[in-house]
């Protein structure tokens, strides 16, 4: 069980690997023995953990961050709640929880959490990964790897809708679970009891409640909350280039997928549309807040646009086709985070954006998902359409009349829509102004080394996080990393908390304090950092870390309309849930690079990846921060964790 904790990069790797037998249909891209929610009846619940747990973590959590003063003011209110008005919210979420077995404690007060925030979803929310190039070079023109990949995803929709995608399993011992005559045997195995079959052999079934909101799905605005709107009967595809929208269906009336030469055409066809750009892009609106988003969606639909909208909610997914090729990585970054604000549609559940030179990537809405669902539709997309692209550089699109097929919305706009898509175009613009994005690649050394040195490559990295901002800004501050609960039940994510009194220490040792310690010691407080993580992160994966709870016990008390306790009005308490530093990992064989917006405003925003002898930093912020110095740390911070391990005396 302990290692949970490597969820969702094992499970990348491992489902990368396995080799499928042969679909048998086009259709599919592959057919599970073993049907594809085989396992989700069974899965265990989300634990609500014990109050006196959540307490002891919470300040822990803390110590770091606060002087002896307000540590002890904190510990006291903390203490207070535990025994009085915390004790008995506990014990009303238990016994919500007991009554509602089908799903997780967690579910509803995180939907609401995204589903009522009125900030704008692009750069809040939405995340982006962008797929690596195809390894075969002709294949990565626009045209080709556009169809290839539109292809492959609806093979993977297909696939799962009809059972047959194989279920995500994260296999502790694949020579024994991940195997034909495990299969065999387990799928007679009724779905009340599977996930104990899987157990038995350490292989973990993953919840894949979600992944059904992966296609035909739209977040909606809403005043004070937004819906999510899923019409799985819908066949068409919602295809944007220079602002513009195009549909076009392809699922035909017998449920097959479109012939790979057809899709080819009628994308042709939008690329080599000559009309111009809109002069009021409707794709600004879905970058607004989200009461003024609401509003301008009443006014478009009291103005003759239901059918279109319509159109554009229900679309399988949103295609959108960027007229210019990538520079560089940073420019990638910008082009997928968020784009031109004209050729994307920010509520659909993911945009596969693809530009110019076949450079593809994914930005998601986060709402209705998390990471996991989003990278298993992108490995099998990745490897299906480099393995088995539906179409080649010889291919001729059929000979089809796209210009009945393709139809181009138009949209009926008043002057108040007007006025509102230019004011959504203005914040865009300002916002996306001031957003800095850059990035380092440390070539020095990896997981692999790491691993050598028995430390973990994951505290490493945010060792290495904490040390680089406490050289820069000479402090610690609240550190988010998201962690996948996805092993329960319509489990979500929970957060490992970074900054750590064994993080603080280390950090003033390397950056203040260098000449008191030797070599050896250094080595010994990476050590401490290292198992101290490892215990976080193994907590968090079984749902035993303490901001989840937390949040929790706070919608219960607000659902009652009176004042909050005082626990959550400790400035403590608002300080380590302002994230200044947000960060999240993954790493794949499918996937270049993912990054997000910084979460505060005065934050930085950062995906990383650790690779076997590499590892890579992708940095958000605004002016209030300088991204290019904190990298440099990181950097600096790095090199000298490197060389302590490896056993070399280092300068400051």
């Known amino acids: 069980m302990a290692a949970r904790q490597l969820l969702l990069r094992r499970v990348a790797a491992t489902r990368w690997r396995r080799g499928y037998s042969s679909a048998g249909a086009v259709e599919y891209l592959h057919r599970s023995i073993v049907p594809t929610m085989h396992y989700q009846k069974s899965l265990p619940r989300l634990p609500v953990p014990k109050l006196e747990d959540t307490i002891r973590r919470y300040l822990n959590a803390q110590k770091p961050l606060l002087n002896d003063d307000q540590f002890r ?11 009085g008005v915390g004790r008995e919210l506990h014990e009303q979420l238990v016994s919500q929880d007991n009554q509602n077995k089908h799903t997780s404690y967690i579910t ?4 609401d959490m995204y589903l009522k925030a009125r900030e704008p ?6 995340a982006f990964m962008s797929f690596n190039p195809d390894p075969k070079s002709e294949y990565n023109d626009q045209l080709i790897r556009a169809t290839n990949i539109t292809f492959s995803a609806l093979r993977f929709m297909k696939t799962f809708r009809a059972g047959y995608l194989e279920p995500e399993v994260f296999h502790l011992n ?3 679970s991940d195997t034909q005559m495990f299969k065999n045997i387990i799928r007679f195995v009724p779905s009340s009891l599977s996930w104990f079959g899987a157990y038995m052999v350490n292989a973990y079934p993953l919840d894949m409640s979600q992944y059904f909101r992966l296609f035909n799905s739209t977040r909606l605005p809403k005043l004070n909350k937004d819906e999510l709107y899923t019409d799985e009967k819908a066949k068409h595809l919602l295809v944007l280039r220079k602002g513009n929208f195009y549909l076009f269906d392809v699922i035909d009336g017998d449920g097959n997928i479109l012939k790979p030469s057809e899709i080819q055409a009628h994308l042709k066809y939008i690329l080599s549309d000559n009309s111009p750009a809109p002069a009021f892009p409707l794709g600004y609106l879905s970058s607004e807040n989200r009461d003024t988003w609401a509003l301008l969606r009443k006014n478009l639909l009291d103005n003759g646009n239901e059918e279109a909208l319509q159109k554009v909610d229900s679309a399988v997914f949103c295609l959108s086709l960027d007229d210019f090729p990538v520079k560089d990585l940073v420019h990638l970054s910008h082009t997928m985070l968020h784009g031109d604000g004209a050729n994307r549609w920010y509520d659909k559940s993911f945009n596969l954006i693809i530009t110019k030179d076949g450079t593809a990537g994914i930005n998601f809405e986060h709402s209705w998902g998390d990471g996991v669902a989003v990278l298993r539709f992108q490995n099998e997309v990745f490897k299906d359409s480099t393995k088995a692209p539906a179409i080649s550089p010889e291919t001729q699109p059929a000979s089809v009349d796209s210009s009945r097929a393709v139809q181009k919305l138009d949209f009926k706009l008043n002057d108040a829509l007007k006025a509102g898509i230019t004011k959504a175009k203005q914040k865009f613009d300002a916002t996306v102004e001031s957003l800095s994005l850059n990035m380092i690649q440390f070539q020095k050394g990896g997981k692999d080394l790491l691993k050598q040195k028995k430390v973990s490559p994951d505290a490493v990295a945010q060792l290495a996080f904490q040390m680089a901002f406490f050289r820069q800004y000479n402090q610690t501050v609240a550190t988010y990393e998201s962690c996948s609960t996805a092993a329960f039940k319509h489990g979500r994510t929970e957060t490992i908390r970074p ?4 993080t603080k220490k280390c950090s003033e040792a390397f950056v203040r304090e260098l000449s008191k310690h030797s070599t050896e010691e250094l080595q010994k407080l990476i050590e401490e950092c290292s198992k101290y993580h490892g215990r976080l992160t193994k907590e968090a994966a079984m749902g035993q870390g303490f901001d989840r709870h937390l949040f929790g016990l706070r919608c219960l008390a607000l659902s009652k309309g009176t004042a909050l306790p005082d626990f959550y009005q400790d400035q403590a308490y608002a300080r380590l849930n302002y994230n200044i530093i947000s960060t999240s990992t993954l790493v794949s064989p ?12 005065d934050g930085f925003g950062v995906g990383y990846q650790v690779h076997d002898d590499w590892i890579g930093c992708n940095v958000s912020s605004y002016p209030t921060r300088n991204g290019k110095e904190f990298l440099e740390s990181i950097y600096k911070s790095l090199e000298d964790i490197f060389n302590v391990l490896k056993g070399k005396k280092i300068s400051s």
């Open 121 to 126: 979803v692009v750069l809040n929310f939405n």
């Open 108 to 111: 509803g007060p995180w939907f």
């Open 73 to 83: 003011k904190t510990e006291e209110l903390a203490h207070h709640f535990e025994k």
């Open 590 to 601: 499918a996937v270049q690079l993912g990054g997000f917006g910084p979460v505060v405003p």
């Open 174 to 176: 694949p020579e024994k």
């Open 499 to 502: 900054a750590s009194i064994h």
